[in-house]
């Protein structure tokens, strides 16, 4: 059991650039989930997958915000067009059902 | 809807001092109440959670909280406080025993005077 992991841990990017993030779960948790962190907030959920499909998605993920898990393992986070009010911390979580989420270390996103 | 308020974003304590940080939530169906710390530049860490099992619920380092259903609240304690306790703590609920998205509170930021 290595946890969750999460690359890359830090990300600048141009207003307007795409960039996408990865996340490994707990090898065989089912459920994966996506939260965004902004300075001197708590964490604020995005989506969560069993296996591969998308069960729920929070109205914080506009449309410019896409994830995907094809696989039912790893999960990816893309961001079009990313704006300034896009900077947080991305941080993913995996879980079996109904049982605790453990957090990976999460994605630090600047965009300039 | 489900909603966490956590009483002061930063707490202050001495070293060997009592630590009580306060979680107030509210929820339509019974709660699952978690506990999370994290440290600067990490992930969170799970420090203990309620399941509707003892009311009163131990978890790492030292740490303890009780649940109070007439008060709607969850706080957070240990004892004596010591250096490596500081660290930003987060209270967090759900009304689906963990398996949907948890709803968080804004932090609370301890810090351990020597």
């Known amino acids: 059991d290595t946890g969750v992991s999460q690359d890359p841990r830090h990300k600048i990017t141009k207003r307007g650039q795409n960039v996408t993030f990865r996340c490994d779960p707990i090898?065989?948790?089912?459920?994966l989930y996506w939260y965004r962190q902004t300075l001197g907030q708590g964490p604020e959920f995005l989506t969560y997958?069993?296996?591969?499909?998308?069960?729920?998605k929070s109205r914080l993920l506009s449309d410019r915000f896409s994830a995907e898990r094809p696989k039912g393992s790893f999960s990816t986070l893309e961001i079009q067009r990313t704006e300034q009010g896009d900077s947080a911390m991305y941080l993913c979580?995996?879980?079996?059902?109904?049982?605790?989420?453990?957090f990976g270390p999460g994605t630090r996103l600047t965009v300039l | 809807a489900q909603s966490v308020t956590q009483l002061g974003s930063h707490v202050s304590v001495s070293e060997g001092a009592l630590v009580l940080l306060r979680c107030n939530y509210s929820?339509?169906?019974?709660?699952?109440l978690f506990w999370y710390v994290q440290y600067p530049n990490q992930g969170l860490q799970l420090l203990l959670k309620?399941?509707?099992?003892?009311?009163l619920v131990k978890g790492i380092n030292g740490f303890e909280a009780e649940f109070k259903k007439s008060e709607t609240s969850f706080h957070l304690t240990k004892p004596s406080a010591h250096m490596s306790d500081a660290a930003e703590y987060f209270c967090?609920?759900?009304?689906?025993?963990?398996?949907?998205?948890?709803?968080f509170g804004k932090g609370t930021h301890l810090i351990i005077q020597p």
């Open positions: 979580a995996s879980s079996l059902v109904q049982n605790t989420q453990y």
């Open positions: 090898s065989e948790h089912n459920r």
């Open positions: 997958f069993q296996n591969e499909a998308q069960l729920e």
């Open positions: 929820s339509s169906v019974p709660p699952y």
């Open positions: 309620y399941t509707s099992a003892a009311t």
């Open positions: 967090a609920v759900s009304d689906r025993g963990g398996a949907d998205g948890l709803t």
